[in-house]
């Protein structure tokens, strides 16, 4: 069995379907939401939702989940962190290791199919330093926000070391020489470069050789290559499910490349836009909900494609403190999660009034609150539509959804337009330029 804990929805999704998509049984359970279930499954993806709380809350998490799941010696476990590093990397990471008596931890978050590579300790995200990208974290001093040991440090007091890219170029035996130095001095972590998948593939043959039990941790990079470890059923019992439209996408992420995405789309698809007001969602919250649900479902009855998506001109986090943080008095995360939960409601309310069977859900916190409103609990994951992009098959009542799950800064500018098109029914018909 491999065990996958994740501290979200999206990265949960996005790392399981490197199991599925080659026919391991992969099944994503979100733990607010239901119990754990690991029966006939190879690959189990448990989401925690820790990305956003304290690291002494992660920490219980972390270890009322490794209770429930019991893994066996001979199981492997993976912590999944964000491939930009948000979270409460360092202590979740020191709570398995504590829990399982682990002797080492194997860390790359490189994902090179979405442009992250490690290069001398250093996160690079689409060229670029983490810390001076679209994804850094302000709140961290300048130098330790990309380099990954010191983000680390920053919540464990676990000896962290690094092998250099240099080293990792040599191939798996140099790597391994490296893992068992740096073993016997002491190091619990050790952050390995990658740039490309032909470093992560011999990282994790390395690890092969190493006598000793080792937690992997990293994005679904790192993943992708863990399959020769353990073997599945091969043959998934899950079917995939019939494209069909319309398709209902619903957005809420601050990353500029989502408003790219949804700008693509027009002029190319005949689609319904739903903007949604943030002001709306503290002034008359259900008369907005009734508004934006009654234009979604008469589209979608029309069988013309949904995107509902907050204000691209409040997604900046400034103007959101700005405009709606210090108006209303609340924590940027309080807002943050008001929105979440707006969200939500707004898209079980669209699901129930409507035949809508395919959806889109961009952003972790999107994902988590449309889920929550509906109570779907366990995803069975079919296959990955893009790098990272997975889609999933779910129980509704009596039915089943098809959801697409995506990191809010994935993808390219053309992304969300091409996942429709995979969604379609008449995939050849959707590509016509509309006037």
């Avoid at 972390?62 to 066996?72: D, M, R, Y």
């Avoid at 290791?97 to 979405?114: A, V």
């Avoid at 020769?228 to 091969?234: A, D, E, L, P, R």
Wanted: aromatic letters at 6%; one cysteine or more.
């Amino acid at each position: 069995m491999i065990y996958i804990i994740a501290d979200d929805l999206t990265g949960a999704n996005d790392t399981g379907v490197q199991f599925s998509k080659r026919g391991y049984r992969t099944v994503v359970s979100i733990i607010n939401n239901s119990p754990i279930l690991i029966e006939d499954t190879d690959v189990m993806v448990v989401d925690i939702e820790t990305r956003e709380i304290e690291p002494s809350i992660a920490r219980k998490r972390v270890k009322q989940v490794l209770e429930k799941l019991n893994p066996g010696k001979n199981d492997i476990v993976y912590k999944k962190v964000d491939s930009t590093l948000r979270g409460c990397i360092g202590a979740e990471i020191e709570e398995i290791m504590n829990f399982l008596q682990m002797d080492i931890c194997i860390f790359s978050p490189t994902f090179s199919f979405n442009k992250r590579i490690t290069v001398g300790g250093y996160l690079i995200v689409q060229g670029t330093i983490l810390e001076l990208s679209n994804y850094g974290n302000e709140d961290i001093e300048p130098g330790e926000a990309s380099y990954i040991p010191s983000l680390l440090e920053r919540q464990t007091d676990l000896p962290v070391s690094r092998i250099e890219l240099k080293d990792v170029a040599k191939g798996p035996d140099v790597i391994l020489e490296k893992i068992k130095e740096l073993y016997e001095k002491g190091i619990k972590i050790v952050v390995i470069d990658a740039a490309d998948e032909t470093h992560l593939q011999n990282i994790i043959k390395s690890s092969f050789k190493f006598d000793g039990s080792i937690l992997y941790s990293g994005s679904a990079g790192l993943a992708n290559h863990l399959l020769g470890m353990n073997k599945g059923h091969v043959n998934s019992k899950i079917k995939a499910l019939d494209n069909e439209r319309p398709v209902l996408a619903v957005c809420a992420t601050r990353q500029p490349v989502m408003k790219s995405q949804i700008d693509y789309l027009k002029g190319r698809v005949e689609f319904c836009e739903v903007i949604v007001d943030l002001e709306t969602i503290f002034a008359g919250r259900a008369s907005a909900i009734e508004e934006y649900s009654g234009k979604s479902v008469k589209a979608l009855n029309e069988r013309r494609d949904v995107v509902i998506h907050t204000d691209p001109l409040n997604t900046e986090k400034m103007k959101i403190n700005e405009k709606l943080v210090k108006k209303h008095g609340l924590k940027a995360r309080e807002l943050e999660l008001t929105i979440r939960n707006f969200l939500g409601e707004l898209t079980a309310a669209v699901v129930r009034k409507s035949s809508v069977r395919s959806l889109i859900l961009s952003g972790g916190d999107t994902a988590l609150g449309v889920c929550s409103a509906l109570d779907l609990h366990n995803l069975y994951i079919l296959d990955e539509l893009f790098p990272g992009i997975p889609v999933s098959m779910v129980d509704f009542g009596d039915l089943q959804l098809k959801l697409v799950t995506k990191a809010g800064g994935f993808g390219e500018e053309d992304t969300l337009f091409e996942i429709i098109d995979k969604m379609s029914l008449n995939i050849g018909q959707r590509r016509q330029v509309l006037t």
